[in-house]
């Protein structure tokens, strides 16, 4: 079983820029490809970016394209989400997960089978 823990978040100005952190303990985690979501107060969680278990194929949704870099180091079993040019509207709670579950979409909350317990992110105008 895969354990997962965000760090990182905190206050941030906007386009000021914050680096979030996911380690992993349990099984290696370049088994697994992996993913960023966050979810907003009174929102739905929703897709932000995933990197495959190698680290050269990335995927992000349109709102942080250009501006977030998703990367992973394997020897340190962890994954990273770096976050530039930060708006007010990226305020959320922002989790890693593991893929887990072949044949639904890579941008589906149901694709993962865990998750971290989050970091907060806010962003002030």
């Known amino acids: 079983q895969v354990q997962l823990v965000e760090s990182g978040g905190g206050l941030v100005q906007a386009e000021g820029s914050l680096r979030l952190s996911c380690a992993a303990s349990?099984?290696?985690?370049?088994?697994?490809?992996m993913a960023w979501f966050r979810q907003a107060p009174g929102k739905e969680r929703e897709f932000v970016t995933r990197?495959?278990?190698?680290?050269?194929?990335?995927y992000y949704a349109d709102s942080v394209k250009g501006r977030f870099t998703i990367s992973r180091d394997n020897a340190k079993n962890t994954v990273y989400l770096q976050m530039n040019s930060l708006k007010p509207e990226d305020t959320a709670v922002y989790s890693c997960?593991?893929?887990?579950?072949?044949?639904?979409?890579?941008?589906?909350?149901?694709?993962?089978?865990?998750w971290g317990q989050g970091t907060q992110v806010t962003v002030s105008s």
């Open positions: 990197i495959s278990r190698s680290g050269d194929t990335t």
């Open positions: 349990g099984p290696p985690l370049s088994y697994y490809a």
């Open positions: 997960a593991k893929d887990g579950n072949m044949g639904v979409p890579i941008d589906s909350v149901r694709r993962y089978d865990s």
